[in-house]
C-alpha cells in the first residue's frame, strides 16, 4: 500500500518527467505525435478536474444558499446564470455564430461576457490611478526613476502626450515622445526584464528537476 | 431595428452601468452584476470545455471511434475525483504525479531554448560598429551596452549567494535602478491598457446613447440613480 501511496506517483513523475525533457530533443514524427497524443490526454483529465472545481463553486454558494446567509440571493443568482449560459450554450452546440449570424450563446457572449469583463477591468483604471497618487512620491532615487518611467510611459502611448511633445519643442524636433518611450521600453525595460526572466528560467528548471527527481512532493500533499 | 440587437444594447448598457455604480459605493446593482459576471463565464466555460475540447478529445474518439487508448486519461481523469472522499483521496496522487512530470519534463528543455538561449542571445550582441575597417560608435551600440549592463546588474541583485557588499553592492544598486525603470514602465503600460479598456466601454456607452437605441443608456442611468435616491430616502426614515 505505501508503494501505491508513496512510491508509485514518485515514479510517474519521474517517468513522465525523463521522457518528455527528453522528447524535445528527438527531432522526429513519432516524437512530435507523442506530445500531441498526451497533450490531448492532458485536455481531457483537465475537463474532469473542473468537475472538481465546479463541486467547490456550487458547494460554497449552496452553503451561503442554506444558511439564508447575508447575500444569499446573489448566490442563488451565480446558479442561475449558470445554469442557463450551460442550457443555451448546449442548444447553440457551443457555437456563437452560424449561418443566420450571432446565436444565443453568441448574443450572452457579446452583450453579457464582453461588457461585463471589460467594465470590471476598466474600473481598475480609477483604482490604479487613485492608488498612484497616494503613493507616487519621489523622494528618493529609485521612487523618482519609477514616476519618471511611468509618466513618460503613459504619456507617450497617448496622442495626446504627442501633440504636447510637438507643441513643446515642435513637429520638426528630432526626438518625439513615441521614439523615448519605445526606447525606454525597449532598452531599459527589457533589460531589467531579461534579468527576471533568466531568474525566473533558472528557477523554473531548478524547480522541475526537483519534482522529477522526487525531492519536491508538496504537489503530492507532502511537506518533504 | 433586430429586437435581439436592441436588447442586447439595453443589457451590455445596464450591466456596464451596473459595474460602474461600484465607483460611487459598494451596491446593490455591481453585486448584481459582480455575481452575473461570475455565472455567466463559469457557465460560458463549461459550455466551451464541452464542444470545444471534450466532445472533439474525448466523447467521440472514445465512444463513437473506441479509442480505447483514451480509457487511461479517463481513469487519471476519475482518479482525481477521489479528492471529494478525503480518506480515498491518494489515487488522485497518481494524476497530480503524471501532470507534474509532464509539466517538469517540459518545462526544462523548453525553458533552456526559449528563455535562457535567447535571452542571452539577445543580450550578448556588438556594442561597437564595424564597417569595413572603420571602427564607429552608434547611439544603437551605446542601447546593446546598456541592455547588457541592465541585465547583468539585475542579475546581480538577485544573486543572494554573495554578500552585498563594495563592487557587487554598486552593481546590485544600478541593477535596482533598472529595475525602478522597468517596474515604472510596466506600470504605466498597464494603467494605459485599462484606460483604453474605460474608453471602450465609454465608447458603447455613448453608442447606446443615441435614439437609435433608444436612450439606452441615459434611460438606463437615471433608474439606477433614481433606485439610490429611493434607498438613501427609505434609509433615512428607517435610521429616525
Known sequence: MLFLKRYLPLVICGFTGVVFG??????????????????DWMIIIFGFSMILALASLFHVHYQKIRRRQSGWGFSLI?????????????????????????TSFGWIYTNMLVPLSGTMFSILAFF???????????????????????????????????????KIWGAEFPLQMGDITEWIMGVLNMAARRGILLG??????????????????????EKE | ?????????????????????????DNFFFKLGEHLYIGVSVGYSITLLIF???????FTPLFGEHQWILLIPTLLGILI????????????????????????GLTIPRSISGYILQQIQGTVIPMITKEGTQISYTFR????????????????????????????????RIGILFLMISFGASFGYTAMARMSLLFGRCYDLTLFSSKRYYYATPILLCLIILCFLIHHVLSKKHSV
Open chain 2, 52 to 58: 470545444k475540447f471534450m466532445r472533439p478529445k474525448w
Open chain 1, 128 to 166: 490604479i490611478a487613485s492608488a498612484a497618487f497616494r503613493a507616487f512620491r519621489a523622494r528618493t532615487l529609485d521612487a523618482f526613476l519609477l514616476l519618471f518611467a511611468a509618466i513618460i510611459i503613459m504619456f507617450g502611448r497617448v496622442p495626446a502626450g504627442e501633440y504636447l511633445w510637438s
Open chain 1, 78 to 102: 451565480v446558479f442561475i446564470a449558470i445554469i442557463v449560459t450551460v442550457i443555451i450554450g448546449i442548444i447553440s452546440q457551443g457555437e456563437t455564430v452560424d449561418e443566420k449570424g450571432l
Open chain 1, 22 to 39: 527528453i522528447q524535445y530533443y528527438v527531432p522526429h514524427k513519432a516524437s512530435e505525435d507523442l506530445l500531441t497524443f498526451i497533450n
Open chain 2, 1 to 25: 431595428m433586430d429586437l435581439s440587437i436592441l436588447l442586447g444594447a439595453w443589457v451590455a448598457a445596464g450591466l456596464t452601468l451596473f459595474i460602474f455604480s461600484f465607483l460611487y459605493k
Open chain 2, 81 to 104: 475525483l477521489t479528492r471529494f472522499i478525503p480518506r480515498l483521496s491518494w489515487p488522485s496522487r497518481l494524476t497530480f504525479a503524471f501532470i507534474f512530470g509532464f509539466g517538469a
Open chain 1, 200 to 221: 525566473v528560467a533558472l528557477g523554473a528548471i531548478a524547480t522541475s528537476l526537483k519534482i522529477i527527481f522526487g525531492i519536491e512532493r508538496a504537489y503530492l500533499g
Open chain 2, 141 to 172: 551600440d551605446f542601447s546593446n551596452l546598456l541592455v547588457f549592463i541592465g541585465v547583468l546588474t539585475v542579475l546581480i541583485y538577485f544573486f543572494f549567494s554573495v554578500e552585498h557588499k563594495g563592487a557587487i553592492n554598486i552593481l546590485s
